[in-house]
């Protein structure tokens, strides 16, 4: 039953929701889409709003972002005889919001009653999981009266048909090259060419609009344009041909050719009974030729075929977002996350574009956001993630940066989504958290020896430098000086990102902002900004390579590894001079790599390799990393007296003049989240440091009345050109003070790992809070990359957030991951975390089987006061090596199908 208090209320399924209020909002969607990145993609709002594509050069409809979703892009029309018209996608006066949603993954159905018509009608859409590049709709329309009906049907989809960029350049040039047909079925539009200035283009494709009743009866006839459609006069709120009760007619070539197509259908007129119903089923998307398209409409235009294509639907994402699922003592909180598990898989669908809220909008997805979309993918199936490892470290350069987007093929990389020359600080940080990961989870160590090329192009030398003698027909791969085709191991790769950096370092000897960090939004001080704040997570990556190189030596008993002779450079402490950089100095670190490693790897590399043995390795990484962290302990503390108290924590930024970006300036205090998240992730800060940043935190970055954690606090300026865009949004929006979800969860993260649970805790809850608060959030179930000053959540589905929420809530609060290929239980699950009974419990893959932890906790302990008593398979002791309390590890080798293991927390 509907809680009608509620903004949404889940179905008895744990995944379904329905909702009155979400009718009110008209910015409001859901995400439509096949199985992966090849099928087509929708948005739906309550109002029918949203595009539907196929990628950035196939849009069906016309391409819609936030703003644009306040116009109707689908429509089905009823006027019914003595009573005027009514629609799907508005209510009739006076009403307001008289619509109930429903959503399911990924299905959209919205219903809405016309008291006044003596009609409800309601709409189903889904895209198929099979190879069909289709929407599919479902209208029915029932008689709600007492008396007969008579009605006219008109369903209405506006036809885009081209690219992207045709929503402003050329839009109407392009449509000259609509060819259009009326046929039995519906419209079909086919393109005569793609219309480009740098080359025209041939059009492989057409776009349909094809409907039927639910007898198997085409419509009565079409109007195929905007002129037929919705006149001169008119819109699709109002169409002349519906509200003056114009009847189809077969345009002539004039009337037809080079213009905007409507996919609007006639279905003839009926009279319904009291409570009588018909069905309507209509097919919209692109396919090769006419033939396909009719292929594709017969495929599913029946009520009988598209149930079955709806149930499979059904089946396939439930089956998808329930490879995790997690039972704690909140059933809505339960629900929630399936919501949450199912984002990961949208941004490998959709990218970081192609839903009403975005950036570029483009396509591709980039650097960062590759690496971290895989975390969730790695717990869910690791075998399957092993070749887009390989795949995008192709896409690491020698001078240790990075393409930046990703094409759709594997291997396929572009240096910048806009041919803007730039280069990221961060980016070198995050393959090896994600190889780590895949390595704890799967075992595979052989992945780090597994040789694969570096990215090449113009940039060089980190952007301060350009190949003007390369050019594009040479390839994107590096070559060594005899044109040979370089390649090195992975874990190379991964010692070049993390080494260039440790000598890529500023005035302050931090490393370099260079064109921003995590925060896009700190991109203007290029010349003099360091991020301190980074540093740290690039020290604590020297370390951890350190330690998997030592693990990867014993377990393949290797003494040695291969390298390219000119790597030997940056291990400055073991190579042909030891010792002979100081770190003490930034000049002589930066000309280390400027001067020396630059200039030997570029334009191409001898091709040479040599070996390094593992202890001097080791020592090398060990020492650089120490050596940052030292660093930032004695120089970055932040120490700020507010209303008689002392607090304290790391400054993160130097700007573009060198001055110290956080701290009391002007009376204010500056504090920005993201120095403390990798000081506490990292391993840099220690226990009483910790408890210092969240004591700042709480009291400068945690919001009073929405209760959720800013990215930073108000620096009270109308800009920042020494820093970054950021500051130039306005304050609670964006990178500047909103609450930023993936910065919060990584700290929650940061101190669950750090044994930190309560604390974590609250901050994940934080974020739940404030999205399933959705009449202020204003979304459906799921993690938004922001939420504004007042609530509101922004960017909904596409952000990295949820993968890392996935991440946190699996393998920190109910402590279910992998260790070397191992698997470990150390639960960090908070006592309101239970059920009534103490028991909490997470099904997930592990070693190619389904494996269930069930927690009992009888006593309702709270995390850190209990420890593992003992864990049974079917009632049979498990074996396993105690790592502490309440940590356990089990051999992989035990996990031989799947099992549910109960595990018995008692009072350490």
Known sequence: MMDKKAFYTYGPDGITFVSAAAGAIKTIYAPLCGADASSLKSAITPFLSGDIKLDKLHYVTKPASREDLRRPSREFFVSVKGKGTCSLAKDSPPAFGGVIVEIGQLWHQVTRRHPSRGLGLEAVHFIPVGDETVELMRVTVKNISRKNITLTPTAAIPIFGRSLANKHDHEHVTALLHRIEQNKDGVLVEPTMVFNEEGHGQVRCVYFVYGADGDGASPLGTF???????????????????????????CSEGALQGKEAVGALRFKEITLKSKEAKEYFIVVGLAPDAVGARAFFKRFASPKAFEEAWARNRKFWEDKTGTIRFKTGDEGFNAWMRWVTLQPILRRIFGCSFLPDHDYGKGGKGWRDIWQDLLSLILIEPCVVRADLLNNCAGIRIDGSNATIIGAKPGEFIADRNAITRVWMDHGCWPLMT??????????????LEKVPYFRDPQMARTFEKDLGWLARYGHKLVDKKGHTYEGTVLEHVLVQNLTQFFNVGEHNLIRLESADWNDGLDMAFARGESAAFTAFYGGNLLKIAGIIEDLAKRKGIAAFEVAKEILLLLDTVGPAP????????????QLLFDRYFRAVQPALSGEKVSVGVQGLVKDLRHKGRWLFSHLRHQEKITVEDKGKNYAWFNGYYDNQANQVEGKKHGAVRMILTAQVFAVMSGMAEAKEIE???????????????????????FGIRHYPDLGRAFAFAYGTKENGAFFSHMTVMYAYALYERGFARQGHEVLRSITRMAVDGHRSKIYPGIPEYFDSEGRGMYPYLTGSASWFVLTQLTQAFGVRGLRGDLVLSPQ?????????GNASVTCPFAGHTITVQYRNPKKLDAGSYAIADVSADGKPVSFERLGPARI????????????LTVTLELC
């Open 829 to 837: 699950l908070v006592r309101e975390e239970f059920d009534a009974k």
């Open 224 to 250: 195929p344009t905007v002129d037929t459609f919705l006149g001169d006069a008119g819109n699709l709120d109002a169409p002349q041909a519906v509200m003056e009760d114009r009847q189809p007619v077969q």
């Open 435 to 448: 190889l780590l990961l895949y390595i704890d989870q799967s075992g595979d160590f052989d992945i780090l």
């Open 692 to 714: 210092d940043i969240i004591a700042s935190v709480d009291r400068f970055l945690r919001d009073k009345n929405l209760g959720g954690y800013r990215l930073n606090t108000d």
């Open 579 to 590: 010792g002979g950089v100081n770190y003490d100095h930034p000049r002589e670190k930066h």
């Open 889 to 900: 590890r089990i051999a992989r080798r035990l996990i031989v199908q799947s099992i549910v």
